[in-house]
């Protein structure tokens, strides 16, 4: 049981990127999923988490020009940033709750992340 992150990247300041996480392996079913981020210095914070069921919440600096959402037919999380800030710069993590079908015991497992810089 994986998750692989993909879709970050340089951008400009008050330009978009959309991140994906698909989940894979021996899957029997996905709770919770999120996006965390760490940029250096700082602790890993949350920018967004949904539940199975599509409720969300966010972190109070990304609501409004974040967007979280998860196609359950694929096992994979989005995160649409827009606006984006100098600040947003961070490695985002995926982050997902899921029961392995081997195991047959709920997990907590993390993407490896990818890289996000916003620079002109």
């Known amino acids: 049981v994986q998750l692989q992150a993909s879709g970050g990247g340089l951008v400009q300041p008050g330009g978009s990127l959309r991140l994906s996480c698909a989940a894979s392996?021996?899957?029997?079913?996905?709770?919770?999923m999120g996006w965390y981020r760490q940029a250096p210095g700082n602790q890993r914070e949350l920018v967004a988490r949904?539940?199975?069921?599509?409720?969300?919440n966010y972190a109070d600096s990304m609501q409004g020009r974040f967007t979280i959402s998860r196609d359950n037919t694929k096992n994979t999380v989005y995160l649409q940033m827009n606006s984006l800030k100098p600040e947003d710069t961070a490695v985002y993590y995926c982050n997902a709750g899921m029961l392995s079908r081997l195991s047959g015991r709920w997990g907590d497992y993390w993407g490896q992340g990818t890289q996000v810089t916003v620079s002109s």
């Open positions: 392996g021996n899957i029997l079913r996905i709770g919770d």
């Open positions: 949904i539940s199975g069921s599509g409720s969300t």
